[in-house]
């Protein structure tokens, strides 16, 4: 065992140009996935794909209080909602899977069992409540609470009496004497002084492998090159440092250490790391909805990362091709939902009606506006009105309100019902007459197109009642879609049709 070390890695690039990068994503499946982890997913993929590399997802799931299977599939669902393919992985597999560290937990056990071997790990007898009180000690003398190395040099004898008493051991890292230095590739030269990295457990005395020996083990065996991961980790980088020294020394691994860069915090409200229990933090809010998947994968691209010359709108073939690590700012980035909402309204823009259409159907399914087989003709009415609403939509959730009166009414399409803020605004005594005089306009036409119906309401209303369009139109409106907001009128009674936009004006005026 060397007495002291000191990790200088190259700082100068990124990549070396004759090296295949591999670079990993592995998330703790544990609640719903957040968009702090979706952020460094993208880091990762986009990283990967600049430089023609492999992106790894793992999964790290040997938490068996906290793991669970509906945490693992939401995770997987959500990187692959976003579209980050990956090369190796769950439902691809490779060549160093399995890549879920529950399958894995012999590998690590025989890897804990070289270390005890060559030792540069030991077993410690220290209980809880021995540990607790010598760090309190230490506090008291103004020392670092870290652990003293009581086991660390513990004679047979020693050992004999703590097995005899049937104490448990967990299993701790030597770490060598001296300062750990390392070049970061965001960050920078970092330094950690010897006295704050003190010999850290790698196995509870259950036999559970825990995060410090996971994930460089995992990291040696399946290649990684560079670690792109949170800032939150970058004090436990030392230790990690340290152990892949340590499996490079038995044989483990191709004996290279990772590169590392700590990608900035994501803030949230009151400038506070963002966390779970913040209500933007979780993903499954973003698909509830309607977020497309081009919309929150580029605004997340804007969390730390610029492409430059002020350009926000792109997407994620263009952020690859763009991508490097020069351009992740070290300081945390502030999750803005109205700016994310902003971002997610340009991609709405930018899509093809026809895909958008598509995009909107499970929405108005899932609100029981539409069947859940609609019709060819209810998706031809789709498929046109989408044209109407496309530059006001934000998101695809707002198609249930926007769209929602063209279907309900209908067999299997829910109930049609007004919005009743919006009709106690307009259809008092006033409005009621305002539609019954356009029901009778409307009802004489010999055709129903925009055109005519144009002209029959502002004959019947603008010139025939004197009233400005704003008033003219509002009841009609409501009495039509339920709300004061809705796509351009003329289409939309066009859209409806004769029967049913009669209909509604019809229940509204009254006897």
Same mark, same amino acid.
């Given at each position: 065992?060397?007495?002291?070390?000191?990790?200088?890695?190259?700082?100068?690039?990124?990549?070396?140009?004759?090296?295949?990068?591999?670079?990993?994503?592995?998330?703790?499946?544990?609640?719903?996935?957040?968009?702090?982890?979706?952020?460094?997913?993208?880091?990762?993929?986009?990283?990967?794909?600049?430089?023609?590399?492999?992106?790894?997802?793992?999964?790290?799931?040997?938490?068996?209080?906290?793991?669970?299977?509906?945490?693992?599939?939401?995770?997987?669902?959500?990187?692959?909602?976003?579209?980050?393919?990956?090369?190796?992985?769950?439902?691809?597999?490779?060549?160093?899977?399995?890549?879920?560290?529950?399958?894995?937990?012999?590998?690590?056990?025989?890897?804990?069992?070289?270390?005890?071997?060559?030792?540069?790990?030991?077993?410690?007898?220290?209980?809880?409540?021995?540990?607790?009180?010598?760090?309190?000690?230490?506090?008291?003398?103004?020392?670092?609470?870290?652990?003293?190395?009581?086991?660390?040099?513990?004679?047979?004898?020693?050992?004999?009496?703590?097995?005899?008493?049937?104490?448990?051991?967990?299993?701790?890292?030597?770490?060598?004497?001296?300062?750990?230095?390392?070049?970061?590739?965001?960050?920078?030269?970092?330094?950690?002084?010897?006295?704050?990295?003190?010999?850290?457990?790698?196995?509870?005395?259950?036999?559970?492998?825990?995060?410090?020996?996971?994930?460089?083990?995992?990291?040696?065996?399946?290649?990684?090159?560079?670690?792109?991961?949170?800032?939150?980790?970058?004090?436990?980088?030392?230790?990690?440092?340290?152990?892949?020294?340590?499996?490079?020394?038995?044989?483990?691994?191709?004996?290279?250490?990772?590169?590392?860069?700590?990608?900035?915090?994501?803030?949230?409200?009151?400038?506070?790391?963002?966390?779970?229990?913040?209500?933007?933090?979780?993903?499954?809010?973003?698909?509830?909805?309607?977020?497309?998947?081009?919309?929150?994968?580029?605004?997340?691209?804007?969390?730390?990362?610029?492409?430059?010359?002020?350009?926000?709108?792109?997407?994620?073939?263009?952020?690859?091709?763009?991508?490097?690590?020069?351009?992740?700012?070290?300081?945390?980035?502030?999750?803005?939902?109205?700016?994310?909402?902003?971002?997610?309204?340009?991609?709405?823009?930018?899509?093809?009606?026809?895909?958008?259409?598509?995009?909107?159907?499970?929405?108005?399914?899932?609100?029981?506006?539409?069947?859940?087989?609609?019709?060819?003709?209810?998706?031809?009415?789709? /498929? #046109?009105?989408? *044209?109407?609403?496309? =530059?006001?939509? !934000? +998101? $695809?959730?707002?198609?249930?309100? &926007?769209?929602?009166?063209?279907?309900?009414?209908?067999?299997?399409?829910?109930?049609?019902?007004?919005?009743?803020?919006?009709?106690?605004?307009?259809?008092?005594?006033?409005?009621?007459?305002?539609?019954?005089?356009?029901?009778?306009?409307?009802?004489?036409?010999?055709?129903?197109?925009?055109?005519?119906?144009?002209?029959?309401?502002?004959?019947?209303?603008?010139?025939?009642?004197?009233?400005?369009?704003?008033?003219?139109?509002?009841?009609?409106?409501?009495?039509?879609?339920? /709300? #004061?907001?809705? *796509?351009?009128?003329? =289409?939309?009674? !066009? +859209? $409806?049709?004769?029967?049913?936009? &009669?209909?509604?004006?019809?229940?509204?005026?009254?006897?």
């Amino acid at each position: 065992m060397p007495d002291a070390t000191a990790t200088n890695l190259p700082g100068s690039t990124e990549v070396d140009e004759n090296e295949l990068v591999r670079v990993r994503f592995c998330p703790s499946p544990t609640g719903d996935p957040h968009v702090g982890m979706l952020r460094t997913a993208l880091f990762n993929w986009a990283f990967a794909r600049r430089h023609q590399g492999v992106f790894v997802f793992r999964i790290e799931d040997t938490d068996t209080v906290r793991d669970t299977e509906q945490s693992y599939e939401a995770v997987v669902d959500a990187v692959s909602w976003l579209g980050l393919e990956w090369d190796e992985g769950p439902g691809v597999g490779g060549d160093f899977g399995p890549y879920r560290q529950s399958q894995r937990r012999d590998i690590y056990r025989e890897v804990v069992e070289r270390l005890l071997e060559s030792g540069d790990a030991y077993r410690c007898y220290c209980t809880p409540e021995e540990l607790n009180q010598r760090r309190e000690e230490a506090r008291a003398a103004g020392r670092d609470s870290g652990y003293d190395g009581r086991c660390r040099d513990l004679t047979p004898g020693q050992v004999g009496t703590f097995e005899a008493e049937n104490r448990p051991a967990v299993v701790r890292f030597r770490v060598p004497d001296g300062d750990w230095e390392f070049d970061d590739l965001i960050r920078g030269p970092m330094t950690f002084k010897s006295e704050f990295v003190s010999d850290f457990v790698l196995v509870r005395a259950n036999g559970d492998p825990l995060y410090p020996l996971v994930n460089p083990v995992d990291d040696a065996l399946m290649r990684i090159t560079h670690v792109l991961r949170g800032e939150d980790l970058l004090s436990s980088t030392p230790r990690q440092l340290a152990l892949h020294q340590a499996l490079a020394r038995i044989g483990i691994g191709s004996g290279r250490t990772p590169r590392f860069g700590h990608l900035p915090y994501v803030m949230g409200q009151g400038n506070k790391k963002l966390s779970k229990r913040d209500p933007e933090s979780a993903f499954s809010r973003y698909q509830r909805d309607g977020f497309l998947p081009e919309g929150l994968a580029n605004y997340l691209g804007l969390l730390g990362w610029s492409m430059g010359d002020d350009v926000e709108f792109y997407s994620l073939a263009q952020m690859a091709e763009a991508f490097d690590l020069d351009r992740v700012n070290a300081s945390p980035a502030r999750f803005d939902l109205k700016k994310c909402t902003a971002v997610n309204s340009l991609w709405v823009r930018a899509l093809d009606p026809a895909d958008l259409a598509a995009r909107m159907l499970p929405f108005l399914i899932g609100a029981e506006v539409l069947p859940d087989e609609p019709t060819e003709e209810q998706l031809e009415i789709l /498929r #046109r009105a989408t *044209p109407l609403v496309q =530059e006001r939509m !934000e +998101l $695809l959730s707002q198609a249930v309100g &926007l769209l929602g009166f063209l279907f309900t009414g209908s067999p299997g399409c829910g109930e049609f019902r007004l919005d009743p803020d919006d009709a106690a605004k307009v259809l008092d005594d006033s409005g009621r007459r305002v539609a019954a005089t356009a029901e009778s306009a409307l009802r004489a036409l010999p055709d129903w197109d925009i055109p005519s119906i144009e002209d029959a309401l502002r004959v019947a209303l603008v010139e025939g009642l004197g009233l400005k369009p704003r008033l003219a139109f509002g009841p009609v409106r409501v009495a039509v879609t339920g /709300r #004061r907001v809705s *796509p351009p009128l003329f =289409e939309s009674l !066009e +859209l $409806l049709g004769r029967e049913r936009s &009669l209909a509604r004006l019809a229940a509204v005026a009254g006897p």
